[in-house]
């Protein structure tokens, strides 16, 4: 048996930092300097940063401090955020539903004025029929076990069932 897989005894393991020791205490400038680094990476919601930097052990007064400077600064606005975020979603052929959800789990309101402005433009059921050609083709099925499938996967997705429907062509005067 080759030493490379036996494992090692406790004593010879890699010492680990005493576990009675809470997070390591930030200074502000280092708190301030991990914020700007993740802001610059990809736009993150206020909430999003709150939450990363009070797992770093920040307090409650630093983490408003650095995001009130970042606000300042014009580097962090949930307003640039939330467009972002659906505008990508639509890109992706999201619907509205998952478009809401999406900003509520980044603790952006739901409604949004973001989603209002862009979604007022979307016709929704061609968004989903769109999806629903690139994902399955022009011909769709129209067997009952597949139409379910289709609206399975468009409801995944964000899409009423009323949406879903209509872009399956449920509504044309020949069905």
Known sequence: MSRMFTKKPASESATCPDETSGPAVLTPEQLW??????????????????????RLGAEAD????????????????????ADLLVRGQLRRG???RLIRQTLQQRGIAPDHPALLAQGAAVDW???????????????????PRERARYVRFLQ????????????????????
Do not use: C, I
Not at 35 to 49: F, I, K, V, Y
Not at 156 to 175: E, N, V
């Open 94 to 96: 999201r619907g509205q």
């Open 33 to 54: 300097a991990r914020a700007l680094s993740w802001q610059t990476r990809r736009e993150h919601s206020r909430a999003e940063l709150a939450e990363k930097l009070a």
């Open 156 to 175: 995944y997705r964000g899409f009423s069932l009323a949406q879903s429907l209509a872009a399956m062509g449920a509504g044309d005067p020949d069905d």
């Open 62 to 81: 630093q983490v408003e401090a650095v995001l009130a400077r970042l606000g300042e600064l014009g580097l962090q606005s949930d307003d640039r955020f």
């Open 125 to 143: 059921v061609e968004q989903a029929r769109a999806l629903l050609v690139r994902r399955f083709g022009e011909d769709l099925s129209r067997e």
